[in-house]
């Protein structure tokens, strides 16, 4: 089973838009991440927030989390079309497992 | 920095054969993981290794599953008897025990079985 989920299932922006995308957890967590998959690869780790955090920012992406809502938002900034992805989030509940949600895939349109 | 690496990427096989794919994770990384990923869902957490030691697996890798890390560098994944439902990404990933938060994955070995 799947600790995360994330909403929207898909996403179609046009490029130079924000791109904004939610995920919600099941347990309490050490810390919460994002990655990125480009279709047919591996997945890349994009930004890390811990439990004790609430806002976190790395170049063009934001990321918020609210433990009592068990929820995180990935905000992506003046989307480029490279930025066609899915992104998952995936939490870490002990000292080595990530748990990753169905993801929500994002296309940018030129 | 190399990056994980698998081979094969790609595997078509017959059910009912038995296949295996290798992983070869960063040098200096003490962690290496296998996930299972099918169309549309994420990664699903399948076993982890700490050096050579098996320290978890999941109920989805049922007795047809076998992983190793014999001296805690490059692992295997061997599935005997595939079946249809085996059709999957499997992706590889390692991380280093004190940095311990970010995985680097692998671009992962796609298996078809027919």
């Known amino acids: 089973s799947q600790q995360g989920e994330e909403d929207p299932q898909a996403l179609s922006i046009q490029e130079g838009e924000n791109a904004t995308m939610n995920c919600s957890y099941k347990t309490s967590i050490n810390n919460l991440q994002w990655y990125r998959q480009n279709s047919g690869r591996g997945l890349v780790h994009l930004i890390l927030?811990?439990?004790?955090?609430r806002e976190k920012h790395s170049g063009r992406l934001r990321v918020t989390l609210d433990t009592s809502k068990k929820s995180s938002s990935l905000l992506i900034t003046a989307s480029r079309a490279a930025d066609t992805a899915s992104y998952f989030c995936a939490t870490r509940s002990n000292d080595y497992k990530l748990s990753f949600g169905a993801g929500t895939t994002v296309t940018v349109r030129a | 920095d190399t990056g994980v690496s698998q081979d094969p990427r790609h595997k078509i096989t017959k059910r009912g054969q038995n296949v295996t794919f290798r992983c070869d994770p960063i040098s200096e990384h003490n962690r290496l993981y296998w996930y299972r990923q099918t169309l549309g869902q994420g990664p699903e957490f399948l076993t982890y290794?700490?050096?050579?030691?098996?320290?978890?697996k999941s109920r989805l890798l049922s007795d047809r599953f076998s992983a190793e890390r014999p001296k805690g560098s490059f692992s295997t994944l061997e599935i005997q008897r595939t079946e249809q439902g085996d059709s999957a990404m499997y992706l590889c990933a390692s991380s280093m025990y004190r940095e311990g938060e970010k995985l680097f994955f692998g671009s992962g070995t796609q298996l078809s079985v027919l």
């Open positions: 927030i811990r439990s004790n955090e």
């Open positions: 290794f700490q050096n050579e030691a098996q320290l978890e």
